[in-house]
Structure formats: structure tokens, C-alpha cells
């Protein structure tokens, strides 16, 4: 997927590798990985902030978001798969 993660008007790359693991890259050159395992990642600006969101939903059912790729907040409990599906919107 792609989005500006940064806010620098450059898109970056993140993505789902096979075993659940999520990756970004900036730069095109160095990937770097986001703790945890995923089984959906969303890029989409939730906040309205003008930088594109990650917001991925874990293997056990939580969300996290990522807000400039610093991780913000974990919902707590089971995935809302209306919310998630509104974000690929
Ligand atoms: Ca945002």
C-alpha cells in the first residue's frame, strides 16, 4: 500500500509479509518492521491531518494505528470490521 506516512509529500510503501509481519519503507532503500503480527493493514488519513494513518488489526482481533508511524493507540478488544473496512474507502 502506499501513502505519505511522513508528511513530506513523498509516498512511502508499507506492506504485509506473508507471516503476518508489517513493513514500511520511506526511502525506497531500507524496510523497516513494525513490531507485531497483522492479518489487515489499512492506509488511510483517520485523522485528517494531511499524513496518511496505518491502522492494522492483529492476529488476536486489537487494532493499531500508527499516526506518522509512531504508534499511537491500541483499540481495546475485538476488531470492528465495519471500521477497518471503511477505512480502504
Ligand atoms: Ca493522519
Not at 20 to 48: E, F, H, Q
Amino acid at each position: 500500500m502506499v501513502g505519505d506516512f511522513t508528511g513530506t509529500g513523498i509516498d512511502g510503501i508499507a506492506g504485509v509479509a506473508s507471516d503476518g509481519s508489517v513493513w514500511y519503507t520511506t526511502d525506497m532503500a531500507t524496510w523497516t518492521n513494525i513490531p507485531g503480527l497483522v492479518d489487515k493493514l489499512v492506509v488511510k488519513d483517520l485523522n485528517g491531518d494531511g499524513v496518511d494513518d496505518l491502522v492494522a488489526r492483529a492476529s488476536d482481533g486489537s487494532i493499531w494505528y500508527h499516526d506518522r508511524l509512531v504508534h499511537v493507540d491500541k483499540r481495546a478488544g475485538q476488531a470492528r470490521s465495519d471500521k477497518v473496512a471503511h477505512g480502504e474507502r
